[in-house]
């Protein structure tokens, strides 16, 4: 847990330290990990679903590149 400590009601000062302080403890990323959490069914549908339209992509450039 971080903690700081707010000296003349300086809020964006602390701010700044907190942010300092949790990329240092990999909080950040935590918190962007944890936003939002998605089913495992659901996951693999997306997952699916990009692979999906990357080799349709890939089929279309191909297609441009080699004339086929």
Same mark, same amino acid.
């Given at each position: 847990?971080?903690?700081?400590?707010?000296?003349?009601?300086? $809020? =964006?000062?602390?701010? @700044?330290?907190? @942010? &300092?302080?949790?990329?240092?403890?990999? +909080?950040? +990323? #935590?918190?962007?990990?944890?936003?939002?959490?998605?089913?495992?069914?659901? &996951?693999?549908?997306?997952?699916? @679903? #990009?692979? $999906?339209?990357? =080799?349709?992509?890939?089929? &279309?450039?191909?297609?441009?590149?080699?004339? +086929?």
């Amino acid at each position: 847990m971080v903690k700081v400590l707010v000296i003349d009601n300086n $809020v =964006e000062k602390a701010l @700044k330290k907190i @942010k &300092r302080k949790g990329l240092k403890e990999g +909080f950040s +990323f #935590e918190q962007k990990r944890r936003y939002r959490y998605i089913k495992p069914s659901v &996951r693999k549908v997306q997952e699916k @679903k #990009e692979a $999906v339209r990357n =080799e349709m992509k890939r089929q &279309r450039i191909q297609k441009q590149v080699w004339g +086929f």
